[in-house]
């Protein structure tokens, strides 16, 4: 029995240490501010200048995926990355670095945090977008979507949206419309402002700004307005743990790590007693000699026959005595010895020189 406590005892640690690995995977964050500017250029390109304070509540945060769907825009350009006013360079995998990349569908911004251990990262993501406008008459608008649409996004506690002009317009020359979430429109004219009033978690802002086409440039491009897909700014990022750890993986609790290792020990606690019973069965068991003979019931005499073959195929071996079981091989016993009395003196010593009574 000491033995098996023993072996626990020592296995134990062992189930342990996945436990505080996998729950330095639980990353909670959630951003104390998320304002986005939005300039529209003469040429109708945008300029989006993302101004972000993350913060990290628990756990450590490497690397940060931003993806959103630019729909029928041209690709994205000219990406900046800057932290605490200090700019990131291009690269990968090397803190303070940064990467971007379109598919003419689909934009990915990729960033390397210069200190993995921050509680708090401040961050500036600008990127320009171009055929983002549709024109319709003398009219131009804007329509785009900000914020987080997924569910398991952090949740924002404040934030805004800005949006200017390229020249002065007057507020009666806007249509306004702004769905989605909670904001209030703090700044009716240049620039268009609405600011959140509550905080949010995987909700988006939908927002249509239309506007006077002359305060564009002549040759500004635009998209179709026939297209199908809606630009999108803002998709759900993709926190990205720490080296060592799995990306995307979800947060996996220290209890759920616990549970699991009471499970194992409880598992190889009953596995040892299975196995300790048996051991103890064999051993009250005994040894039974072997009966050889023919018919039902009779093992074959090892010295007059084999083994029926059938029996070979199964490794099953009645009548051998012994272990002679399913997952053990045959103990084959040698019969005993047949004693005879030939006169012999060493056979009769109390009988007399010729091994018998006359």
Request: aromatic share 10%.
């Amino acid at each position: 029995m000491r033995y098996r406590w023993f072996l626990l005892l020592l296995l134990f640690p062992v189930l342990w240490l996945p436990a505080p690995a996998l729950a330095q995977n639980d990353i909670r964050l959630h951003w104390e501010r998320y304002d986005t500017v939005v300039d529209i250029n003469a040429d109708g390109t945008l300029r989006i200048q993302e101004q972000q304070v993350l913060v990290v509540d628990r756990g450590r945060l490497r690397r940060m995926t931003r993806e959103f769907v630019t729909g029928d825009a041209g690709q994205v350009r000219n990406i900046r990355v800057s932290e605490d006013g200090l700019p990131y360079l291009p690269g990968s995998d090397t803190p303070g670095t940064y990467s971007g990349s379109d598919t003419g569908t689909e934009a990915q911004i990729q960033l390397w945090f210069r200190d993995p251990d921050a509680n708090q990262h401040t961050f500036t993501i600008e990127y320009t977008i171009a055929n983002a406008l549709v024109a319709s008459g003398d009219q131009a608008t804007l329509d785009w979507s900000f914020f987080w649409s997924s569910t398991d996004a952090p949740q924002i506690r404040a934030g805004s949206v800005e949006i200017r002009f390229p020249q002065q317009v007057d507020a009666s020359q806007l249509r306004l419309d702004a769905s989605g979430v909670p904001v209030e429109l703090t700044s009716r004219s240049n620039p268009i402002r609405w600011e959140l009033t509550s905080p949010i978690q995987g909700d988006e802002l939908d927002v249509q700004a239309t506007f006077p086409r002359a305060v564009l440039a002549p040759n500004a491009s635009f998209r179709s307005a026939q297209g199908n897909t809606q630009p999108r700014a803002n998709q759900p990022a993709q926190p990205i743990p720490g080296p060592g750890q799995i990306p995307g993986a979800a947060p996996v609790g220290g209890g759920f790590d616990i549970v699991f290792c009471l499970i194992v020990l409880v598992f190889l606690f009953v596995a040892f007693g299975m196995i300790r019973a048996s051991a103890r069965a064999r051993q009250r068991g005994g040894y039974h000699p072997p009966v050889y003979g023919p018919g039902p019931g009779y093992g074959p005499d090892p010295f007059t026959g084999p083994l029926p073959r059938g029996s070979r195929r199964r490794r099953r071996y009645r009548g051998m005595g012994g272990w002679g079981g399913g997952f053990f091989p045959p103990i084959i016993i040698n019969p005993p010895f047949q004693r005879r009395d030939h006169g012999e003196p060493f056979n009769a010593p109390f009988d007399g020189p010729s091994g018998g009574s006359s």
